[in-house]
T-cell receptor, first 112, second 113 residues
Framework: EDQVTQSPEALRLQEGESSSLNCSYT??????LFWYRQDPGKGPEFLFT???AGEEKEKERLKATLTKKESFLHITAPKPEDSATYLC?????????????FGKGTLLTVNP | EPEVTQTPSHQVTQMGQEVILRCVPI?????FYWYRQILGQKVEFLVS????????KSEIFDDQFSVERPDGSNFTLKIRSTKLEDSAMYFC???????????FGQGTRLTVV
């Protein structure tokens, strides 16, 4: 069973059309949930870290939220430059102090 | 803004050859990592390194792999005898604290032929 499941796999939006990406996770103990953005052929670019349920972080048009079972990345009024793959990752204190386990990502396309 | 730098950006090697991938982590970071991403697949953890020793490694990181911090700035990943299935993007990352977010480099695309 996957520890991190992201949905949808792909999402196509019109510029200005707000939406949310989902990351469901299963851990023994959460030692951080991380959101990254990845452009084609590039490394993951750090966006947010969330550590406890109820926590929220914001940056420009992006807002990340966390519950005990899932995290959402809300995108408000997206622009074409927000097009990328968004990755979710968790650090599980149940067996690891360092390792991040990634989901498969959501490929976001924003059309002008 | 400080960043993790990796060299080379692309390396092509013959099966069975040794390769060394190089990384310069962010200067005040203490924790270093290697991850890889096979085309179309998830980013996968390989190894973490702290205080000049491996702190954790995955099942992928077998005896063919090794890491080293040869000086105060570089961090390397060596693959002793490359296989076709080692073809992937290899990402170096570093973090300030063990609970902190790893910051990734732009990757080295390794192609084994």
């Amino acid at each position: 069973e996957d520890q991190v499941t992201q949905s949808p796999e792909a999402l196509r939006l019109q510029e200005g059309e707000s939406s949310s990406l989902n990351c469901s996770y299963t851990v023994s103990g959460l030692r951080g949930l991380f959101w990254y953005r990845q452009d084609p052929g590039k490394g993951p670019e750090f966006l947010f870290t969330l550590y406890s349920a109820g926590e929220e972080k914001e940056k420009e048009r992006l807002k990340a939220t966390l519950t005990k079972k899932e995290s959402f990345l809300h995108i408000t009024a997206p622009k074409p430059e927000d097009s990328a793959t968004y990755l979710c990752a968790v650090r599980d204190s149940g067996g690891s102090n360092y390792k991040l386990t990634f989901g498969k990502g959501t490929l976001l396309t924003v059309n002008p | 803004e400080p960043e993790v730098t990796q060299t080379p950006s692309h390396q092509v090697t013959q099966m069975g050859q040794e390769v060394i991938l190089r990384c310069v982590p962010i200067s005040n970071h203490l924790y270093f990592y290697w991850y890889r991403q096979i085309l179309g697949q998830k980013v996968e953890f390989l190894v973490s390194f702290y205080n000049n020793e491996i702190s954790e490694k995955s099942e992928i990181f077998d005896d063919q792999f090794s890491v080293e911090r040869p000086d105060g700035s570089n961090f390397t990943l060596k693959i002793r005898s490359t296989k076709l299935e080692d073809s992937a993007m290899y990402f170096c990352a570093s973090s300030e604290a063990s609970a902190g977010a790893p910051h990734f480099g732009q990757g080295t695309r390794l192609t084994v032929v």
